[in-house]
Structures are given as C-alpha cells and as structure tokens.
T-cell receptor, first 111, second 114 residues
Framework: QKEVEQDPGPLSVPEGAIVSLNCTYS??????FMWYRQYSRKGPELLMY????GNKEDGRFTAQVDKSSKYISLFIRDSQPSDSATYLC???????????FGSGTQLTVLP | NAGVTQTPKFQVLKTGQSMTLQCAQD?????MSWYRQDPGMGLRLIHY???????DQGEVPNGYNVSRSTTEDFPLRLLSAAPSQTSVYFC?????????????FGSGTRLTVV
C-alpha cells in the first residue's frame, strides 16, 4: 500500500464550479501536508501546506486535514480554466528527509 | 533569483551511454533531491542530500549516482542508460534539512533512452 493515495481522475468541471480534490494517507505520524499544482510539461509548484488538523485558506483555495480519518482535501472555489492542471498531495515521511507524493489528480476546468 | 535550474531540458540517449543531469540552486538551500516522474507512478525519490558532502538514497536509487561538493549544485549521473530510465527528472530543494514546508522544483529534464 502506498503511503499517500490519490484518485488520478481525470476530473472535468465547468468554469465557476467548486472543485474537491482528495487524498488519503496511511502513516499516522504524518503531521505536515502539502498541495502542489503541476501544469503540463512544467515542474510542480507549491500551492499550500498545512500542519496537523484543520483548515487553511488562501484566496480561492482551501486545504483541509482530517487526521482522524487520514484524509486531506483541497477545495477550489470559483474554478477557472487557468486552474486546469494536475494536483499532487504530499507529506514528509521518514525523518522528514523526503516528501511522499500522491500520484496526482488531473483537473480540467471547461470555459 | 533563478531558483532551481536544470539542464538540459531534453535529452535522447542510446542504451549504455552515460550522462549527467545538472541541477543548481541559488537560494542557499541545504536540502536538494532528485525525483523521477512516470505515468501512473507519480514522483519517486532517487537520491537526496542534506548538505555539501552528504548524500543518501531514496526509493529508486539503482543506476544513478550523485555527489554534493557545493551547496549550490547537485548533479545526477546515469552510469549506463537503460530504456527503463526513460522519464522526466525533477530536481527539488528546500531551505531546511527537514522538508516539512515543501520543496521548490526545477522545470525538469525529459530523458528518452533508446
């Protein structure tokens, strides 16, 4: 079992929709969680990171962690065609010397 | 600041050839790493370094060598290229040795081994 699991999609939504992207993790020791966005043929870029449980908001993006169910989510409000990308969740593993990534969810926002 | 710079952006190798993928960062980051990204497999760690002179293996180190003689540079060497090493390679760095706040990635090197 991979330590971080993510539905690969693809996910297609109309412009303006609320998008929910989700990951599950198996290691209860994970404390930090990140979301990366990767445009086609580009490197991943860090969107947000959160610590422990709860919500963190940054503009149209909200990251949510539920440690009791080992579930992490990224919500995108008022989605735009420019949000079309692959979204990767990640968490430090081992002695926090490496990030373990989900396989990514491909999102397309249709104009 | 240029951030994390990877060269070359594209490369085609023949089986058995060797080459070095270059990675440089100008952010004075202690931590640097190499990942490969394959369809359906996600990002997998090859090697990482927590400072000059210190390297360690990741999940898929076989067939790759690294060294870290300076803080800025972390080259990845393919010793004898195989078709299974066809992939997109990303270099990533972090200010802290513990990567709790994530990485900064380079733009990648697309490698094809024929």
């Amino acid at each position: 079992q991979k330590e971080v699991e993510q539905d690969p999609g693809p996910l297609s939504v109309p412009e303006g929709a609320i998008v929910s992207l989700n990951c599950t993790y198996s290691n209860s020791a994970f404390q930090y969680f990140m979301w990366y966005r990767q445009y086609s043929r580009k490197g991943p870029e860090l969107l947000m990171y959160t610590y422990s449980s709860g919500n963190k908001e940054d503009g149209r993006f909200t990251a949510q962690v539920d440690k009791s169910s080992k579930y992490i989510s990224l919500f995108i409000r008022d989605s735009q065609p420019s949000d079309s990308a692959t979204y990767l969740c990640a968490s430090p593993s081992g002695s926090a010397r490496q990030l373990t990534f989900g396989s990514g969810t491909q999102l397309t926002v249709l104009p | 600041n240029a951030g994390v710079t990877q060269t070359p952006k594209f490369q085609v190798l023949k089986t058995g050839q060797s080459m070095t993928l270059q990675c440089a960062q100008d952010m004075n980051h202690e931590y640097m790493s190499w990942y490969r990204q394959d369809p359906g497999m996600g990002l997998r760690l090859i090697h990482y370094s927590v400072g000059a002179g210190i390297t360690d293996q990741g999940e898929v180190p076989n067939g790759y060598n690294v060294s870290r003689s300076t803080t800025e540079d972390f080259p990845l060497r393919l010793l004898s290229a195989a078709p299974s090493q066809t992939s997109v390679y990303f270099c990533a760095s972090s200010y802290n040795r513990q990567v709790n706040y994530g990485y900064t990635f380079g733009s990648g090197t697309r490698l094809t081994v024929v």
